[in-house]
């Protein structure tokens, strides 16, 4: 509780300080961006653990409906509508960022994954998953390796209102972003300037961009800036032990001998990710990844051509297996309000409440395969 007390007494007096002068703005400069980066580093320091035990939230009034089918469940503003965290500089009306990021051997270990508030994980083709990486809460100079996109991972963007980025695309991906009117950048046809090669790596995987190099894409191209916000349910009070059995490890196997997993670790709360048994690192900051919560989801796959192309479908919903703070449960999910959301039953109408803090979701085909082991993987 500590952690929290010290975390509203910054942003209270933060607020004061903004409050009390006339160049307070929607975007602070000079000092008042000072005040705000250093706020921002310290809730960053106190919740870099990413501890099970944060005592928040969701973001706007209270929903009585959902505190009854839920009891630690409320809406809190002065949150980050993705992640739950609190913030002095809510990003909630700025729309996200979703990048395509490669998982192919050469592309490890990637960039930026780290900092996304929502990564997705699903099969492209062949026996290659790629990451839709969602950024809103925060802004890294360095995301990648960037690659193509496929129809399924235009819908996630799409359901986020999210602009989405990437190099390249298939056919059946143009398609859908022509038919939902996704805005885009491309590096493969036109918008370079977003985006660089890094030299230490090979082609195709070392092509990268940075949310500051996106940003100006908005300017640049007068792209709609304003969000009208997907916000989740998180959690309210201590949620020492949600419900569900005790399991310290999850292994999921996708194609090829290829497996995610993720390891709970009791004294930083948070789920270690791993890729083949090692722990997934960031490239550039060297440090593991790391999750709040994971939600496996079963969906419907569909080969469509010679090359291993496929069709996931991302919005019947159904079996799924929630982990959250060393324990997990089988639930269902849902396609609701343009996210894969947890549910404990297909006709609930609350979603089940998110630990504050970043979120996975895993697309597999079949949950059954998906094993527990005690150990460490």
């Known amino acids: 509780m500590r952690k ?22 929607d975007k602070p400069s000079g000092w008042l961006s000072d005040v705000q980066h250093y ?15 944060l005592p928040i939230v969701s973001n706007n009034d209270v929903h009585t409906d959902a505190v009854a089918a839920h009891p630690f469940t409320a809406v809190v503003s002065g949150t980050e509508p993705l992640t739950g965290v609190p913030t002095m500089f809510p990003t909630g009306n700025v729309r996200p960022i979703v990048v395509m990021i490669e998982n192919s051997f050469r592309a490890r270990p990637q960039s930026g994954l ?25 802004a890294p100079s360095v995301i990648g390796p960037v690659r193509s996109i496929r129809p399924y991972f235009v819908q996630l963007a799409h359901g986020l209102d999210a602009l989405l980025v990437h190099a390249g695309w298939s056919q059946d991906a143009m398609i859908a972003i022509e038919r939902l009117g996704v805005d885009h950048l491309d590096q493969v046809y036109g918008d370079h300037k977003y985006y660089w090669r890094d030299r230490s790596r090979r082609a195709p995987h070392n092509l990268y961009t940075g949310i500051d190099r996106i940003r100006e894409a908005f300017s640049d191209r007068a792209l709609r800036t304003a969000w009208d916000a997907r916000v989740l349910d998180f959690a309210l009070d201590q949620v020492l032990y949600p419900e569900g059995i005790p ?9 090829g001998g290829y497996r995610a997993g993720y390891t709970y670790d009791e ?10 048994g090692a722990v997934h690192i960031d490239k550039t900051s060297d440090r593991a990844l790391t999750a709040n919560n994971v939600l496996i989801v079963e969906a419907r796959h ?15 919903g159904g079996r799924a297996v929630l982990m959250q703070s060393g324990r997990r449960q089988d639930v269902w999910w849902k396609w609701t309000g343009g996210i894969i959301r947890p549910y404990v039953a297909l006709e609930a109408p609350d979603a089940i409440p998110l630990i504050p803090g970043t979120t996975w979701i895993q697309i597999v085909e079949q949950l059954d395969r998906v094993t527990f082991p005690e150990g460490a993987p």
Not at 4 to 25: E, F, H, K
Not at 39 to 53: E, I, Y
Not at 267 to 276: E, F, K, P
Not at 302 to 313: F, N, S
């Open 302 to 316: 569909r080969i469509l051509d010679k090359v291993g192309r496929r069709d996931v479908d991302i919005q019947s």
């Open 4 to 25: 929290w007390t010290i975390a509203w007494m910054l942003l209270l007096c933060s607020m004061l300080l903004v409050a009390s002068t006339p160049l307070a703005t």
């Open 39 to 53: 706020v921002d580093d310290m809730m960053h320091r106190l919740f870099d653990d990413r501890a099970a035990t």
């Open 247 to 255: 399991t310290r490890a999850v292994v999921i196997p996708y194609l």
């Open 114 to 138: 780290i900092d996304a508030d929502i990564v997705y994980e699903a099969l492209a083709e062949g026996n290659i998953t790629r990451f839709v990486a969602v950024f809103h809460s925060t």
């Open 267 to 276: 004294t930083l709360g948070v789920y270690v990710r791993t890729m083949n």
